[in-house]
């Protein structure tokens, strides 16, 4: 920072010059490149700080504004072609892993929630492996499942439910 002070003392001029010179370096170069310096290294900080708390909160909506938009959308949903890929499961492996459950959530080890139209438990076959990912569509790879515990495996994906799954399929000595 006093390097531009040194430098003018080395050089062939009035001792009056280089006192002035000095003043103006201490007082106005010096704290203007202290305080250059200090604004560089906060830019990365507020960076930081507005980049993850900051800038996401911005669009978390408040409960009424939410309110205001659902108030105001349009009653009659959209309507959106899509093309998707569903694999064709064989409806005996799905008959056989009903049976094997003896109407039992094989996940949560409780009679399924309710009887359908045919009254027979309600239960979801479900592939421990999923198909998409190169799963077999077996009796040894699906269980029964309630339609709660279903949904839990395809948005938790726990490996301790797929542990407890692969305990109770058809595969399993029990
Ligand atoms: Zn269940």
Known sequence: MLFPIYVAQSLPISAE???????IVLVIVAPTLIGCIVFILLIPLVCFFGLFFIIPKLFILENEQI???????????ATLNKVTKT???????IEYAKRWAKGICQLFDQLAPYKNKK???HL???????ISKGGEDTIENTVALCPNCHDKMHVLDL????????????????
């Open 159 to 174: 490996n301790e439910d797929i542990q407890k799954a692969r305990a109770k399929s058809k595969n399993s000595s029990i």
């Open 17 to 23: 010059v280089k006192s002035s010179f000095n003043d």
């Open 124 to 130: 979801h076959t479900y592939h421990i492996k999923w």
């Open 87 to 93: 694999f064709e499961r064989d409806p005996n492996v």
């Open 67 to 77: 309110l205001k938009r659902a108030q105001n959308a349009s009653r009659k949903a």
């Open 119 to 121: 009254n027979k438990p």
